[in-house]
């Protein structure tokens, strides 16, 4: 019994300078965790064959699949403002890429599959926690319908791997439309290749942005592209409370998909200023800073973009910063589009933002949670029977009932009937969202007691994140003042 990848390789195909090729290294004793058997049949790959012990041969890098090329990436990239000219796959190898069955081509990559010629320091592997947090939140990620990497499998390695204490290694397989990032494109321009820049930006307009092609200005329209992507993205993260939290240009991926889940975690009280990551101590990746954050990145790309946006250095500067205003009005549209649609209002008034700006101020002033304050709103909707639950998340519940008249007299404007309404703010104010203190339980009952079940519980509740699911209610439940967590790692 044999797995079949269909790979189509193209990145492999581009010159030596692009990657380093090489075979992911062997690990004593790979065991299955988990497989996305559904996402598997997505990617056309057989769910009994992957998850045989052959396939977990190939999940863990023991064997590399028939026709896989696999290759670690160059890049570059922009780590809390400094400029690194070689990062690169430290700890990643691409296997190749299948032709999902939408037509639409996929890398498959293992992640911490061991060490690369852009390892650095770095031992190449993962340990356990960071790969099941990876897997939750970007499956959740997934069925919150917003854009990012896949999580197809993960296994134990059977080996330690060295951090502060000896933890489980495991690997990843991640499935992405792309794994190329805004620092693939400073790899070649900090070398000032301007062929290989060309190369690349062909290689994007053809395989995402093939209208690109099709415009008088194919660099600039690719240029635009991505911007409208990553505008579109941010405002998604903004809408469910998501902190990425290392927004390095390395992790800011070409095709707008959410990538690189390290440190990053959902808000549960609301505050912009909102920051989990150990290691962002001034606050640069924090909640309400990512769309500024990604205009920095998104100019980072724009100066890569120079050379090829015309040879009058002067021309080109303008065009990049042509593209570069767009980003604010497309990142507002899209925030407050999703806004409304959270409020419930689905016509335009210009008082909206004003109204949807007062209940963030009364929600950032009273603390109450940000998934929960929205979901309720969603029975509330429907009258003012449901208002009491939602103005217990506030300190001073008067805070929200000066803001709900106003609301309600809003809402009256609106041609939809209170059960239609509130359907559609159900689904687009989510349930359940992985809370951080459940995904540290998930993960120190599978590190310390080798306990799974709720990771696969976790998983499942995550999966339906817009329906009420009654029997798992207490998911959806803020942390209690002890189980708060303040501080999330790279693990890295
Ligand atoms: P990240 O913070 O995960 O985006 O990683 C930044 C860079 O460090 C990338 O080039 C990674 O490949 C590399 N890296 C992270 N962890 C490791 C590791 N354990 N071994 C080798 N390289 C790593
Ligand atoms: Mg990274």
New binding site residues.
């Given amino acids: 019994m044999t797995v079949h990848f269909p790979f189509d390789n193209t990145y492999a195909r581009l010159p030596d300078r692009f990657y380093a090729r090489l075979a992911p290294t062997s690990v004593s004793a790979p065991k299955l965790i988990r497989l996305n058997r559904d996402l598997a049949l997505q990617l056309r790959l057989d769910p009994e064959r992957l998850s045989s012990s052959e396939g977990v041969e190939l999940l863990c890098g023991n064997r590399v699949p028939d026709g896989a090329e696999p290759i670690a990436m160059a ?1 570059a ?1 922009h ?1 809390f403002g400094n400029f690194v000219p070689q ?6 190898i691409l296997l190749g890429e299948v032709v999902d069955q939408d037509g639409i081509r996929r890398d498959i990559q293992l992640k ?1 599959s061991g ?2 010629p ?9 340990a356990l926690g960071p790969v099941l947090r990876e897997y939750l939140i970007s499956e959740a990620m997934a069925a919150l319908g917003v854009p990012t990497t896949r999580a197809l499998a993960a296994v134990l390695t059977g080996e330690t ?1 060295v951090r502060e204490t000896l933890l489980p290694g495991a690997v990843l397989t991640r499935v992405a439309s792309s794994h190329i990032r805004v620092g693939t494109f400073q790899f070649f321009a900090a070398r000032q290749d301007v062929e290989g820049l060309r190369l690349l930006a062909d290689y994007v307009i053809g395989r995402y942005y093939p209208e690109a092609a099709e415009s008088d200005r194919p660099y600039r329209t690719l240029l635009d592209k991505v911007i409208a992507a990553q505008a579109d993205l941010i405002a998604r993260w903004l809408h469910i409370g998501f902190v990425h939290g ?1 927004m ?1 240009t ?2 800011m991926s070409i095709a707008g998909e959410t990538i ?1 889940y ?1 440190p990053c975690a959902f808000m549960d009280t609301y505050d912009p200023a909102t920051v989990f990551s150990s290691i962002d101590q001034h606050g640069r990746y924090a909640y309400g800073n990512q769309p500024r954050i990604g205009l920095w990145n998104l100019t980072r790309l724009a100066e890569t973009l120079l050379p090829l946006l015309s040879e009058d250095q002067e021309k080109a500067v303008a065009d990049a910063n042509a593209a570069l205003e767009a980003f604010s009005g497309r990142f507002e549209a899209a925030y407050h589009t999703g806004l409304r649609r959270k409020l419930g209002l689905l016509s335009e008034r210009e008082e909206d933002l004003t109204l949807a700006g007062d209940l963030l101020k009364a929600m950032a002033e009273n603390q109450a949670d940000f998934t929960l304050t929205f979901r309720r709103l969603s029975d509330a909707a429907a009258g003012p029977e449901g208002d009491e639950v939602v103005r217990n998340l506030f300190i001073n519940p008067l805070a929200y009932d000066a803001w709900a008249t106003r609301w309600r007299e809003r809402l009256s404007l609106e041609p939809q009937d209170g059960a239609s309404r509130r359907a559609a703010m159900q689904a687009v104010n989510p349930a359940f969202i992985p809370r951080n203190h459940r995904v540290e339980a998930v993960i120190q009952a599978a590190v310390e007691r080798g306990d799974f079940a709720p990771f696969e519980e976790f998983l499942t509740v995550l999966s339906r994140p817009y329906e009420d699911q009654p029997a798992f209610a207490h998911y959806s439940e803020p942390p209690e003042p002890n189980q708060r967590v303040y501080r999330t790692f ?1 693990g ?1």
Avoid: E
């Fill in positions: 890049y990239g780590q990062l690169g796959d430290g700890r990643a911490g060490p690369t852009f390892s650095r320091r770095g031992d190449g592997r993962a791997v290392v390095n390395d992790n690189d390290g790279c890295t």
